[in-house]
Nanobody, 123 residues
């Protein structure tokens, strides 16, 4: 019921910047927390940043001071500005959204994922 489309990944040199965007579409009662996760080869998926519907961000320690999460509720969009990128930031980045949807006469919270976008940082 909710589709997430990410964009903005690519190849960048260390120290450079990239901006990821995630657009949500579909049907929901409320779009709650949106977030970004990443998964590097051979590693588990990890949290990068989340942002509430009120615009309150939360960051993993590894990206604090370098990444900035933002959100445009009117456009159902979440963004991740990534600055001072390091080779260890290389991963597939996934957008996540928790939406309240109507299911069998009651509202439930469901997590949705985008297809992922590759970010590669060269040294």
């Amino acid at each position: 019921q909710v589709q997430l489309a990410e964009s903005g990944g690519g190849l960048v040199q260390a120290g450079g910047s990239l901006r990821l965007s995630c657009v949500a579409s579909g049907r929901w009662f409320r779009l709650n927390v949106m977030g970004w996760y990443r998964q590097a080869p051979g590693k588990e998926r990890e949290l990068v940043a989340t942002i509430t519907s009120a615009g309150e961000p939360n960051y993993a320690d590894s990206v604090k001071g370098r990444f900035i999460a933002s959100r445009d509720n009117a456009k159902n969009t979440a963004n991740l500005q990534m600055n001072s990128l390091k080779p260890e930031d290389t991963a597939v980045y996934y957008c996540n959204a928790r939406a309240s949807i109507l299911r069998t006469l009651r509202y439930v919270d469901v997590d949705y994922w985008g297809q992922g976008t590759q970010v590669t940082v060269s040294s």
